[in-house]
Structures are given as C-alpha cells and as structure tokens.
C-alpha cells in the first residue's frame, strides 16, 4: 500500500474547516510494520480512518491518494470498499471488550466475520476456518462455544486477532492494540503478531503512543504531529539520529529501564487543537529550538538521506 | 522516626458465592494475603504487579476505604482499623489517594474551585470564605496550576488530561496530608506530560516531606520515581527492595521475567525477553505451594509444597522464593 | 453554590435546536397561560348560572359560542379554558409527589443498596404488578373526590417507574470514580448524595417529571369520565363524561366531545415532545464526544448492519 499526499478536513459549524491531516505520505510494503506515533490528538486515529474510508459525516478527504493492489481505494466504489474492508484491510481495536458482542459466542462471532464476507460459505468448511484460526492465535478450541465476558482482557484481543484474520488480509491495521493490557499479556500478544507477521507475510500498520513497543516491534516510524508529519524513517534512525526536535523530546519523555536513573524529561504544554492551529510549524509553540522563522512558515518534508525524512526548517538548514 | 505506615501481616478476602442453589460454599478471593511493609517519611514506595494482584485493594486498604479481614495497618501509630468516628476522620485527613483517570475522577458539573475546596468543606477546617479561597488558590498554584485564577471558574471537561490530574493532587493537597497513595497516577495520559505529574510528585516530597505510596504497573516509569519497589503476585509481596538493586538485579523469578518484557525505547538493545505463558492465575484456587509455581520458569518440585517467606537477599533486599536459600 | 452558567446556556443552545422538544415546550407553555389567563380569555364564566332555552342546548358552533354549547347551554369554549386547569393542577402537583418520591426511593436504594435496596425493590415491584388505575378508582371512589384528594392518590401510586429509572441512575453515578473520591477524602454519605449523586442524578429525574405529568393529566381525565371528579371543578373529563352520558352523541354534538378531547391530547402529546426532547439533549449517553473506535466502529468495518439492540456490555467480574 502506497499514500501519496493525503489530506482530510472537518467542516466545523461556524468556523472555517479544520485541516486535520496534511500531506501524509508513507508505504507499506509486503511484510513491514509501519509504527504511526504521536500523542492523543496528533491524527493518528484520522489517518486510520481515511485510509478505510471511515470518516465521520463532518469529515472530507481532500487530496492525496491511497493505492493499494493496482487501484486507488478513494476511487473506488462504496461497495468496492466495503469489500476492501476486512477481506483485504482488517483492523485490530484497543479495547476488545466494547469491539466484541457481549451476547454471542466468540466463535460464533468469528464464523459471522468469515460469512459476512463470503470468504466461504458451507458450514462445515466455516466450522473448520473457526477451529483454524482459534488455534492460531492460540486459544483452545474448548473455548470457542464461551462468551467475551468469560475471556481474560487478552483472550479478547487474540478473538479480536482471529477475527481480523477471517478473510486472510494482508493488511492489518492495529489501533493501541495492547494499550489496556498488563506488560506480560502486552508481550504475549505482541510475540503472536510478529509470529503471524512471519507466517502469514502480513503487513501491519500499528498505531501507537509506546515508543518501547515500536522499537520492538516496527521495521518503520511515522512520527505525527498535529495531523503533520513530522518524521518518517526507519526504527533505527529514528531512535539513534532523530532529526525532529519532537522526536527528540519524545523519546526523551519515554522511560527507559536501561537508564534508570536519567532524569525524566516532559514536553510542556499540549498539542494544538484543531481550530487553533499555529500559523506556522505546529509544533513552534512547544519546541525547544525554536527560532522566528518557525512561527511564520510551515516547514516541508525535507529528506535528510535516502528514507529519512523530517519537517523542520533547522533540517533543511543543514 | 517512626515510620508512617506500618503494614503488618495484612489480610483482604472477599467472598464469593460460588455453587447451585443447595449446596452453597463459601470461597474467597485472596486479593491480599499476608502482607507486611512499612513506608518511611519522606519516602516513595511503588508497589508493582499485573491486574489482579491485589494493589488496588491494597491502594483501597490503606485507605480505610475497605476493612482488612485481619492484620494491622498502623498510620502514624495508630491501627486504623480500630479507630472510630472523629479519630479516622483525623486520620484520613492526613492520607489522601490520587486516581488513575482523571477523566472520571472529577465531578463534570462542578468547578475547579469548588472540586479543590471540598474536602476542606468536608472536614470543616475552614471558618471563612477568604480562608478557603486563600487554601484553594495555594493547593492549585503547588500542584503547578499557575496563576490559579485562571482555572478556578473553569469545568473539568475544559481542561486537558494533565492538569485535570493537577486537580486531583490539589485536591489531596488542600488537606495537607503527609501520605499520598497514587493509584496508576499517570497511566491515563500522554507519554509526554507523564514526566510532568511524576516530577510534580517528587517535589512534593522534597518541599513537604510527603511520603508516597505509588500503586502501578508500569516498570519502566518506577525507577525514575521510587526509593523502594515492592513486587506484588496474587496477593503475595514476593520482592520488595531498594528501587535501583530490584531492577538492576532481581532476585526473584517473576519479577526477573516481568522486567524482561517491558519494551526498552531502544531498538539496539533487544534483550533475552522471558515470556511467562497463560494468565495469572484466579485468586480464588490458589495453587499449592509457592502460588507463582506454576507459571515459574525455574520451578522445581519442592516449588509446589512449600509457600516461601521473604528472606533478605542483599541489604534492606528482599525475596520470597525458595531457590534464593539452596544458594 | 450555583452550578455555574455555562451548561445551562450550552443546554439551552442544544436544546433550542431540537425541533421535538421546542413544540413540546411550546405546546405547554401554551396550555399553562390559557390556564392562568382563563377568566380574562374565556368569553363567558362557566361557573356562573345561565339562562337557558331549548336552543341553547348543543347549539352547534356560532359567533357567540365558537365550539357550540353542551347539555346545559353552558359555553363549550369557555368550559374548555376552565377545564384546562384542573388537568394542569393535577398534572404538576401529581407528578411532583410521583416524582420526589420515586426520586427518595430510587437514590436510597442505589446509594446504599444491600437490605435496603432489595426491601426497597420489592415495595416498588409489588406497586408495579398492582394494576394503578382500578386502584386510584377504587381509592377515589372511597374518599372523597375532591381535587386535593384526586392528586394525593395520583401522586401516591404514579411514582414506581420514576423509583426504577432514578435507582439505576443512581446505580451507574455511584460507580464513578469522582465517588471514590469524595469518599477518600473523608466526605459522608450525606454529602455524597447531596453534592455528588442528586446533580447528576437530577436530569432524569426533570425528564421523568415531564412525562409523569402526561400521565398524571391522563389518569385525571379518565377519572372525571368515570364520573370520579370534583362535581364543583370544571375538568376536560368531566365535560366528556357529561357529553357522553347526557346524548350528545344521538343529538350530533361532536363540539362538545371534540374539544375536550383535543385538549387532553394536546396536554400528553406536549409533554411527552418535551420528555422526549429533554432525554435527547439531557441524556450523556447520547452525546458524542470526538472520534471514538466503539463496536459501532467495528460493525461498520466489518460491513455488517448495525443491531439496533446493542446490549451494554456485561462487564466480566
């Protein structure tokens, strides 16, 4: 899957839109996990969003484009997405226990996910697809007949995994998947995906805030900053030659076990909020090394070397 | 000086019906089982454990919020379990909790100065307006809401995360207590205001001696913040010991694997993770023996016979596994 | 203390924009000044005695009488303006007992629970399963029926439904965690009702109230019908029941059923665009706060229909 420059906005009532997304480029190549990071607010769940086509009414892509398998997924059809959907990009969601129906069966569940789509139809063969998948990720076919409530908050995301896994996508989108859960299921569950990643050449686009989870976990980082990108490089030049002063701050804000003793640092003040943008880089008014160049002109994407990419004006300087 | 809180082999067991209509047995949740420490002044003390192990209760306990089937827990001397009416309102004013989501620990329709001077309210520690405005503005202005006035007439909706969690410490400072339980205190907010509220807490106990009692998951975050760690499995303290040497050399087996599988922000540095299989165990049928047993990597057979006890493993250090005495 | 103004005014900015909840609001606005502005609106004063002729007797709509007259050649209009405060007075006084007890039983049963809450519970259960309106007949017909007593018996059985809703609200404040809170820094029960479960608590109840009155009016006319109301008040009922028992049918004087009935209509379908309003607006479930992946999400993504019975999510304990 390959983005080329893809903005959306929000109608606001009373206000000019909101520009909630700009210009986000990225690929996602067979077998890669792309980290998207930021903090609450930066776009991430937009980005999501567009990218299935699951906007709120307020909501209009304005430009860019999505291609995937040949086509571009903002031409097609909204009964060619909807087939996209899940047969093709399945979706992963934080808290399964809302993501589940309380009052069916979890196998039942997956079964419905396999129909729905017409990846198969005769029930024996369905029946079978369950048992497959159940085993996959790892929960014994004695608990298929049993209802979310009865699962533990990580049995619930690996039904949520065997779900997205119905229709043999080959993408997978993970919203916070393990973002509830307590570091031993968080590694149970992120050690089932790199193995499914391997088994089933499976690309993941995995959305985040734990910048722990995506050393471990992404071959590639997308740092978002109020719907911008802010950097865009592999999950080595990120942590060790961040050139964004954003990325900087932000691995300095994340605790780290080898250095205990380091003083933790903060961002201080919060993201910008959609209707008050700053004029010019978004991140300005929080940024460390700032200068007055900054709060008059936006920066562009600037390549600082082959698949590494910021948008800071002191990058382009260099 | 004696220590501020003293826990001594405390105990919390819910009951749970369990069985048909005739024959009903009673069981119990083990949410604390045997449990003895003692916080120091001054001191920050991070109990440790995944969901279920029992320091929330714990959190709720030393609160006096739930009662302790059986054990002492001794507040500035005082066994609060067998203090009354007045006595325990003098108490508590003195051991005020902060909570996990500040989304929901604030009342929506009240505001910000009206949620700060409530206890004070409560309490009746105030004769006059003027006082308590004077209180609320100082409590507001130390938790680092600064100026103010600026968000005394505000609701909790148009405020962000972190200073939403300002507004609880305000509100646990307005009384000023000298113990402060944290229960997960900044698990809710973004990575990079964490530094923020976790610093704001240290100052506190540099500028007014507050001992601190933080309740967490979350390992990577304790050593900044904590002297002390205390690991919690199912109830059980199984290691409790200054915070540096707990983490840079655990004795234990869980917490040896617990710490192994926290994500280090370093791609360079991938580290041998030892992923425990299954679930903690239901607190309710507790396994034989040592209860960590069955999920221990290095279990051995005397492991399902013999309940370990915490024996000193290095200075002020110690563990409760029984391949720690074999040497 | 004052909440202070700002949710109002955002409530009023919402409210204003449901088109349901402002005709409701308008419609009872409405009943309630010709209510109060009876004796200078009514072109006659129905209480007073008349002269009358044979022809006055269900003349049908004229000039002089605008809805005709009834069986005694009293003026339907001005019977109408008179009768609509007896369904108000009895509607607000009702639902005001309905409500504050249903609102007393309700919070004690889901603050403190335990044996309270199940003795509590059953007493509802058991008004629940008692048929209300052959009672409030029953009990009506032995006092005597006076209007006072017509609205102590409304309101004292019209209060189960409001005694549930105010319990499971109560129910759902208490778990929250700003209760816990108030509880760690020492505050009483007391307090915590006052200051912490009755603010929130309180927009059902106003939801409530409104579509009890609806209620309450309803129960009244059907009691005036039955010939259980007040002999010397004027109601909608009343002038029903004598319109029906005294031939206007066989005379052809639809004016005289018409008109009551419309008005009672009016009165019920009012509240209850304005209950149904104030629930939307009022009601946090409904809103929606920013972007949220929810199961909606989930069903959308997967392509399916949305249930329309989403069952809330029984958390695993």
């Given amino acids: ?171 997978i989108i993970a919203d916070e998947p393990t973002t509830a859960l307590d570091v031993m299921v968080q590694a149970q569950i992120l050690e089932l995906l790199d193995t499914l990643r391997q088994r089933l050449g499976l690309s993941i686009l995995f959305v985040t805030h734990d910048l722990g989870v995506v050393a471990e976990m992404c071959d590639t980082v997308l740092v978002m900053y109020g719907g911008v990108t802010v950097e865009y490089a592999s999950v080595d030049t990120i942590y060790n030659d961040p050139q964004h002063p954003y990325t900087r701050e932000l691995l300095r804000a994340f605790p780290d076990l080898s250095r205990p003793t380091e003083k933790l640092a903060s961002i201080p003040g919060h993201p910008p909020r959609l209707n008050a943008l700053p004029p010019g880089c978004r991140f300005a008014p929080r940024c460390p090394a700032v200068f007055d160049r900054c709060h008059t002109e936006q920066p562009a994407l600037h390549q600082v070397k082959l698949g590494h990419w910021a948008s800071c004006h002191l990058v382009e300087r260099m | 000086m004696s220590s501020i809180v003293e826990v001594t082999h405390l105990r919390k067991l819910f009951p749970v019906k369990k069985g048909g209509l005739f024959d009903r047995q009673e069981k119990f949740v083990h949410a604390i089982d045997d449990v003895s420490f003692t916080v120091e002044r001054g001191e920050v003390l991070a109990v440790v454990g995944e969901s279920g192990c029992g320091k929330s209760t714990l959190a709720l306990t030393l609160m006096g919020l739930e009662r302790p089937t059986s054990g002492v827990i001794q507040i500035n001397g005082q066994n609060i379990a067998t203090l009354k009416g007045k006595e325990i309102q003098v108490v508590r004013r003195h051991v005020q909790m902060i909570f996990q989501d500040p989304y929901e620990s604030l009342n929506p329709i009240m505001t910000i100065a009206d949620i700060v001077a409530e206890p004070l309210k409560v309490h009746g520690l105030v004769k006059n307006k003027q006082e308590r405005q004077e209180r609320v503005i100082r409590a507001l202005e130390d938790a680092g809401l600064k100026p103010a006035l600026n968000f005394m007439h505000r609701l909790p909706q148009e405020l962000s995360g972190g200073q939403r969690q300002r507004v609880v410490i305000a509100g646990a400072l307005v009384l000023e207590p000298e113990l402060l339980i944290a229960d997960e205190p900044v698990s809710m907010l973004d990575v990079s205001i964490r530094a923020e509220i976790l610093n704001l807490l240290l100052e506190l106990r540099q500028m007014r001696g507050i001992s601190i009692v933080m309740i967490t998951h979350d390992l990577g975050t304790v050593g900044y913040v904590a002297d002390r760690i205390a690991v919690m499995y199912l109830g059980r303290l199984v290691e409790i010991g200054p915070a540096l040497q707990v983490l840079q050399q655990p004795h234990h087996p869980y917490t040896r694997a617990l710490l192994s599988v926290v994500p280090v922000p370093n791609p360079r540095q991938r580290r041998e993770r030892v992923i425990l299989q299954g679930e903690t165990p239901n607190p309710i049928n507790l396994p034989p023996g040592c209860r960590f047993h069955p999920r221990c990597p290095v279990a051995q057979p005397r492991c399902q016979e013999t309940d370990p006890m915490l024996q000193p493993v290095a200075a002020a250090h110690e563990a409760a596994c029984l391949l720690l005495s074999s040497g | ?251 052809g004087a639809w004016w005289a059923l018409v008109a009551p009935g419309l008005g009672i209509v009016w009165l019920v379908l009012g509240c209850t665009l304005l209950g149904q309003g104030l629930e939307q607006v009022l009601n946090p479930r409904l809103e929606t706060h920013h972007l949220s992946v929810g199961s909606k999400m989930v069903a959308r993504m997967m392509g399916m229909k949305e249930k329309p019975s989403e069952v809330k999510a029984v958390s695993g304990d």
Avoid at chain 3, 137 to 150: E, G, R, W
Wanted: proline fraction near 6%.
């Fill in chain 1, 1 to 171: 899957m390959s983005v080329t420059d893809l903005s959306t906005d929000f109608l606001l009532e009373s206000a000019p839109p909101a520009h909630a997304l700009v210009n986000v480029s990225f690929t996602l190549r067979e077998g890669e996990v792309l980290g998207l990071v930021g903090e609450s607010g930066c776009g991430k769940t937009t980005l999501m969003l567009s990218l299935m086509r699951l906007l709120p009414a307020n909501g209009r892509i304005t430009s860019g484009t999505v291609n995937f398998m040949g086509q571009d997924l903002l031409d097609l059809g909204e009964n060619a997405m909807a087939d996209m959907r899940w047969k093709h990009i399945a979706m992963i969601f934080q808290g399964a226990m809302n993501a589940l129906n309380p009052v069916q069966r979890v196998g039942d569940q997956i079964a419905e996910a396999i129909v729905q789509h017409n990846y198969i139809q005769e029930k024996g063969v369905v029946d079978g697809r369950v048992a497959e998948l159940l085993d996959l990720v790892g929960i014994g076919p004695e608990r298929r007949r049993q209802y979310p409530h009865q699962y533990s908050g990580g049995m619930r995301q690996r039904a949520m995994i065997a779900m997205a896994l119905a229709c043999n996508p080959q993408i």
């Fill in chain 3, 1 to 251: 203390m004052s909440p202070s103004p700002p949710p109002i005014r955002s409530f009023w900015r919402t409210f204003r924009r449901n088109r349901m909840g402002m005709v409701g609001a308008v419609m009872l606005i409405l009943a309630v000044l010709i209510a109060v502005f009876a004796p200078a609106l009514a072109p006659y004063n129905p209480y007073q005695p008349t002269r009358v002729t044979i022809d006055d007797i269900y003349a049908p709509p004229s000039p002089a009488h605008p809805f005709g007259t009834d069986d005694a050649g009293k003026d339907v209009l001005s019977s109408f303006i008179y009768g609509a405060r007896v369904s108000l007075i009895v509607g607000f006084f009702a639902s005001f007992i309905s409500v504050v007890i249903g609102g007393v039983i309700g919070i004690s049963a889901g603050f403190y629970g335990g044996k309270l809450e199940n003795g509590l519970m059953r007493f509802t259960d058991i008004m629940l399963v008692i048929p209300d309106f052959p009672l409030i007949v029953l009990l009506v017909a032995l006092t005597k029926p006076s209007l006072l007593n017509i609205i102590v018996v409304i309101g004292l059985l019209g209060w189960t439904s409001s005694a549930r809703l105010v319990r499971s609200q109560t129910l759902s404040v208490k778990q929250r965690k700003f209760v816990l809170r108030a509880r760690a820094i020492g505050a009483g029960n007391f307090h915590i009702i006052r200051r912490h479960i009755f603010p929130l608590v309180l927009p059902l109840i106003v939801v409530n109230t409104v579509l009890v009155i609806s209620l309450a009016v309803l129960n009244e006319s059907a009691l005036s019908f039955l010939g259980l109301s007040d002999p010397t008040k004027i109601s909608w009922g009343q002038m029903l029941n004598f319109a029906f028992t005294r031939g206007a049918m066989s005379a």
